[in-house]
């Protein structure tokens, strides 16, 4: 476990949950901790994969271990929580639902992190699904398929697939309705919380950036359409990237466009009109009038420019193209709220903005991006809910409790300040579900 540990949780949300028949939300301690922290739960119950063309998405649910040890040595369950009706009770079990994930081009890492966890061992009775003595574990994504032979051959696990757009869709509507604090906006460096009511939550658009983009109109629970999408995402930032740059990795081409000037490439607006603005159709000097335009002009090959200044230009083109797509659907469409998913945002701040100035621009400032915390986990999240609808066992996700440090004031519907927790790939969010 401490090979992975850093890189399985890098921030645990910690705290006690109030489930009872209320549902309430307990406000505890934020703090952050090392994935080995999963060694206080007694067993890792369902999991599930999200199998994509870049990135394998792992969701994992461990239980808290609230047992002790009566006067005979026998280990009672402590565990009194539940929810229910007059007619049947439900107890609940407390634990955390964990996030990791790894590049698909290097899958076997992602095997030996389900095996040093023994996570295809899982002693949950909900799981154990035999076909041929072999475990079923929901998953999604192209790679359910391609990989699926990997997985019974190396784990004796069978991938049962599901499909990956109904996965997307449940995914986001189990975040937006389950974890406060989800959703928020992000422009010139502020970050605004979005709280949203799960009664008012459709429609809207669901932007989901991986290798490619899909748009989804999101109509109501098990209700959408995918109206559009582009082959330009971020499989497109990581091929061109590597093959312009060098870089052997996704993460190291976000963190080099992070040191890069763009305009040193870029043609701007002002760069055509004498450093001047095109007030009349609304240009500033500062707008892009053509993506690495100034290297057709410049006598320079590849060489003479930085890389992080490429890598800059590239992640510039792309956001711009998909928030603009984005607001053109949601205007055909007749929809305001517009929520962008996938492992190509990572909570990177310049990515985030250049989408939020996107659609800031084309809507006039009458839309605006939103992003979700969770953003790259949508599909393995769906898969993992996907256990409740087919009867593989009675475990259904009740709700899902994040605790905060302190009462955040309420403005208006949004929720003000930094985010409680640096946006990272990687983190644990407390929950229950019920054991029926």
């Known amino acids: ?44 119950l369902p999991w599930a994969l999200d199998i994509g063309g870049s990135l394998v998405k792992l969701v994992y649910f461990s239980r808290e271990d609230k047992s002790t040890e009566n006067d005979t040595g026998k280990r009672v369950d402590m565990e009194k929580n539940g929810v229910g009706n007059s007619n049947k009770y439900y107890p609940t079990l407390s634990g955390k639902l964990h996030f990791a994930k790894f590049e698909t081009s290097k899958i076997n890492e992602c095997l030996d992190f389900i095996q040093s ?56 509507n189990f975040l937006l309705k389950a974890v406060p604090h989800e ?44 109206v559009s999408g582009t082959n330009v995402g971020g499989g497109t930032f990581s091929g061109l990237g590597r093959l312009l740059t060098k870089c052997k990795s996704f993460d190291e081409l976000l963190e080099l466009s992070h040191q890069g000037n763009n305009r040193v490439i870029d043609m701007l607006v ?37 890389p992080e200044d490429i890598a800059r230009s590239l992640l510039r083109l792309i956001s711009n193209n998909i928030g603009q797509i984005a607001y053109l659907n949601a205007l055909l469409f007749g ?48 898969a993992f809910k996907s256990y409740e609808k087919h009867g593989l066992g009675d475990l259904t996700v009740h709700h899902v409790i994040e605790q905060s440090p302190v009462v955040l004031p309420h403005m208006g519907q949004k929720i003000h300040g930094p985010l409680l927790v640096e946006l990272k790939d990687y983190r644990s969010i407390d929950c229950s579900v019920w054991e029926a």
């Open 1 to 44: 476990m401490a090979a992975f540990g850093r890189e399985t949780a890098e921030a645990l949300v910690d705290g006690r949950s109030d489930v009872g028949n209320g549902g309430n939300f307990d406000v505890t301690e934020l703090r952050e901790a090392d994935s080995s922290s999963v060694s206080s739960y007694d067993k890792i």
């Open 117 to 172: 966890n023994q996570l295809h061992r899982s002693s949950c009775r909900h799981q154990e699904v035999l076909v041929n003595n072999n475990i079923i574990v929901k998953a999604t994504g192209g790679g359910a398929q391609k990989f699926a032979d990997l997985f019974k051959e190396k784990l004796g696990i069978n991938l049962d697939k599901e499909d990956e757009m109904d996965c997307l869709v449940a995914g986001a």
């Open 183 to 226: 959703a928020f906006t992000y422009m010139d460096g502020r970050k605004e919380f979005v709280q949203i009511n799960p009664d008012d939550l459709f429609p809207y658009l669901l932007v989901n950036i991986g290798s490619g983009v899909s748009m989804i109109k999101v109509d109501r629970e098990g209700k959408y359409e995918r």
């Open 270 to 306: 002002g760069d055509i009109y004498g450093g001047m603005d095109y007030s009349k159709i609304g240009l500033s000097a500062t707008a892009i009038a053509s993506s690495f335009g100034k290297a057709i002009s410049e006598n320079k090959e590849l060489e003479d420019y930085r």
């Open 335 to 382: 929809l305001k709220r517009i929520l962008f998913g996938g492992f190509f945002i990572r909570g990177h701040e310049y990515t985030m903005d250049t989408i939020s100035v996107a659609v800031e621009f084309w809507s006039k400032g009458e839309a605006k991006a939103m992003f979700l915390r969770h953003e790259g986990f949508l599909g393995a999240l769906g």
